[in-house]
């Protein structure tokens, strides 16, 4: 059972490294993504284990798949519960903490924009407890506020090492004039 595992584990963690530059890879990340959830995890999302910090990655693009069709849930696994991480979103706003990190994926949720996010030009860099990537996340087929909307950002995510696995502690990208908050609505120092 063990090396049936170990094999299962390193099939869906090397999917993260087929993404070549310039290409879509969310349908790899989430099928990697699913794969490691089934085999790292009990009933309870807090317990899944990121082993590898690719393997956190594709579990956020997984779960940022997840937003767009209208659930937030995928985030409770990958994100760390802190009150020090942090969200600079495409709303052009600052979510600090873990209850404004997920509230505010759960407000993209109920937009139910649709579509998918890939990740194109992947950089990881990884030391002994934390780490980041940086990416293009490239959004097609969305609708947002009754519009036809392709998106397209820059995006940083740092990554910190929680005990035996990688957790996501920050989220940056560009702003969305789609997304961004309601005139006369401050964001967020």
Known sequence: ?????????????ST?????????CAGRMAAGHMARKALTSDDSAREVRYATM?????AFYSALNGVCTGSAD???????????????????????GWNAVIEQFRKEAAMK??????????????????????CTEVGTGMVINGKPTALRFRSTNVFRKEGAGWRLVHHHTDQ???MAAPSGSPAKP
Not at 1 to 13: K, Q
Not at 74 to 96: A, I, K, N, Q, Y
């Open 113 to 134: 924009m649709g579509g998918t996010v890939t990740c194109v030009d992947v950089r990881m860099v990884e030391g002994d407890g934390f780490g980041f990537t940086t």
């Open 1 to 13: 059972m063990a090396t049936a595992r170990n094999a299962a584990l390193a099939l869906a963690a």
């Open 74 to 96: 995928g985030m409770e696994t990958v994100w760390s519960h802190g009150t020090d991480v942090s969200d600079f979103g495409p709303d052009g706003r600052s979510h600090l």
């Open 54 to 58: 690719a393997d956190a990655h594709a």
């Open 176 to 178: 969305a004039a789609p």
């Open 16 to 24: 993260v490294f087929l993404c070549a530059p310039g290409s879509g």
